[in-house]
């Protein structure tokens, strides 16, 4: 059985993860698509494509990307190289103390450059990337002409 895991699932945005496919065929050419929807509802993936290991795994901490969004071993590669769907937008996290950006992970099968809703992933997981830890207290500043937000730890 195929499975895409990410480690830790929850964690703060500046903090590497590890992502690991395992269960697949040695050498079997996969897919790996991380994908988000920002707080205005736009789209934002990266894909990369891998051979597996011996073993039937994928580490993209490991294992060079053959290609995709990137080629090489970038063990955050899927999180750095996210792309708007729409040309133009940036990715920029609005509401950084409500909630976190919810990454999604995918294994596809051979190499997928476009992927549709008849598209079935064979494993997926969620990421949940936070912007402010817990217990985070943010203040706004107002003073004259100065404007700007101080994070204060707990």
């Keep these: 059985m195929v499975e895409v895991t990410v480690t830790p699932r929850s964690s703060l945005a500046d903090r590497p993860v590890q992502v690991l496919a395992r269960g697949l065929s ?53 999180f750095w190289f996210l792309q708007p ?30 992927t549709g809703p008849q598209d079935q992933p064979l494993a997926s997981c969620e990421a949940e990337r936070w912007y402010v830890g817990p217990g985070v207290q943010r203040v706004l500043i107002r003073e004259g002409r100065v404007r700007g937000a101080l994070f204060l730890p707990p």
Excluded: I, N
């Design 85 to 114: 769907d729409t040309l133009f937008r940036r990715l920029v996290k609005r509401d950084v103390t409500g909630s976190p950006f919810l990454v999604r992970l995918e294994v596809f099968d051979g190499a997928c450059l476009v």
């Design 26 to 78: 040695p050498s079997q050419l996969v897919t790996l698509r991380a994908s988000l929807t920002d707080e205005k509802g736009e789209c934002f993936q990266a894909r990369a494509f891998f051979h597996a290991d011996g073993a039937g795994e994928v580490d993209p901490g490991r294992h060079a990307a053959v290609g995709g969004s990137y080629t090489g071993v970038w063990p955050m590669g899927l």
